[in-house]
């Protein structure tokens, strides 16, 4: 909480929000679930990790949504995130998001937008991926 004195500055915002995304990050992380099981007959491999999904926006420009773009929120980075094992998002990676998840993409969005709603919530998050992967 803010005292009278303390300013809100650009700086201060920018960390609350990078809190917020760390603590995001660490709770897409801990929900256990690889979202991509069973696609593309790869097994599950490797720890869960937050992966970044583009969706359309800035791909192929090296930078993950809502990195600092003029208008944008610091915060906007976590609202897309899902969890995937490590030889799902290396084979997202390569193929590229639209091949990857075909017709699912818009479904992918979805969950990443619950998932950020849910934030903190284990129980909600780990419904939520695995209604994805049913």
């Known amino acids: 909480m803010k005292t009278p004195t303390q300013?809100?500055?650009?700086?201060?915002?920018?960390?609350?929000?990078?809190?917020?995304?760390?603590?995001?990050?660490?709770?897409?992380?801990?929900?256990?679930?690889?979202?991509?099981a069973g696609f593309h007959s790869t097994a599950c491999n490797g720890d869960i990790q937050s992966c970044h999904v583009k969706l359309g926006e800035l791909a192929g420009l090296g930078r993950k949504p809502g990195d600092r773009e003029k208008g944008k929120e610091l915060s906007e980075v976590g609202k897309h995130e899902i969890p995937m094992c490590q030889a799902h998002h290396d084979l997202q990676g390569n193929m590229?998001?639209?091949r990857f998840w075909g017709d699912r993409l818009e479904d992918v969005k979805s969950l990443a937008n619950a998932l950020w709603y849910f934030t903190k919530d284990l129980k909600q998050g780990k419904i939520h991926v695995a209604r994805f992967i049913r």
């Open 96 to 98: 590229g998001e639209r």
């Open 7 to 36: 300013r809100v500055t650009r700086k201060n915002r920018e960390l609350t929000h990078k809190k917020r995304d760390t603590a995001h990050g660490a709770y897409i992380r801990s929900i256990g679930i690889c979202a991509a």
